[in-house]
């Protein structure tokens, strides 16, 4: 069964980095074909790409975002870290992690998402 | 950067009922495109991938049709359950994107 939770501050100050960590269970991060990515949606609206590490550490990210952004991961821990510098007031949103399986680049199971709210 | 346009936005129909739901991108994208369902303040749930493929669990009423660059979700006999938003999302290149949202509310 697969599970993947987020973690980190529900509240941060602008120009603040933020670091979120998503925790899993049911995969490994070491099977070939297998990745993490990270979704976020601010409230009411839609839902937008952020970032994906593969098994073999390949790195993809949003090129709108890609200066702010960097994924990790620790194979061991069965983590996956992102981090977002320079937090502005329009990067509140909801962050989720999600499994990327083997073959298709979709998302096939979420975590449950942590709010981020950026206000000083 | 491809960009999908879902359409309607705002869809009501009632129980029972049958409801189309389109995805049309600016450049083809083969049949590289997904089909989630959302619940308020839930995660979304993957629905359907490659298109016209279904996701394991999910009622064989939903299906997805199309390929290059024009996609439809249907949904046929429609339950209790199926209203929520949809979004389509297009794996064909990075950046992946998602459709702007379709929300299916009760007539």
């Known amino acids: 069964q697969i599970t993947l939770k987020e973690s980190g501050p529900t509240l941060v100050k602008p120009t603040q980095t933020l670091t979120l960590t998503c925790t899993f269970s049911g995969f490994s991060l070491s099977t070939s074909g297998v990745g993490v990515g990270w979704i976020r949606q601010p409230p009411g609206k839609a839902l937008e790409w952020l970032a994906l590490?593969?098994?073999?550490?390949?790195?993809r990210y949003s090129p709108s975002l890609k200066s702010r952004l960097t994924i990790t991961k620790d194979t061991s821990k069965n983590q996956v870290v992102l981090t977002m510098t320079n937090m502005d007031p329009v990067d509140t949103a909801t962050y989720y992690c999600?499994?990327?399986?083997?073959?298709?680049?979709?998302?096939?199971?979420w975590g449950q998402g942590t709010l981020v709210t950026v206000s000083s | 950067v491809i960009w999908m346009t879902q359409s309607p936005s705002l869809l009501s129909a009632s129980t029972g009922d049958r409801v189309i739901i389109s995805c049309r991108m600016s450049q083809g994208i083969s049949s590289y495109l997904a089909w989630y369902q959302q619940k308020p303040g839930k995660a979304p749930e993957l629905l359907i991938y490659a298109a016209s493929t279904l996701q394991s669990g999910v009622p064989s009423r939903f299906s997805g049709s199309g390929s290059g660059t024009d996609f439809t979700l249907t949904i046929s006999c429609l339950q209790s359950e199926d209203f929520a938003t949809y979004y389509c999302q297009q794996y064909y290149s990075f950046p992946y994107t998602f459709g702007q949202g379709t929300k299916l509310e009760i007539k």
């Open positions: 999600a499994h990327r399986p083997d073959g298709r680049s979709v998302f096939d199971y």
């Open positions: 590490i593969y098994w073999n550490d390949d790195k």
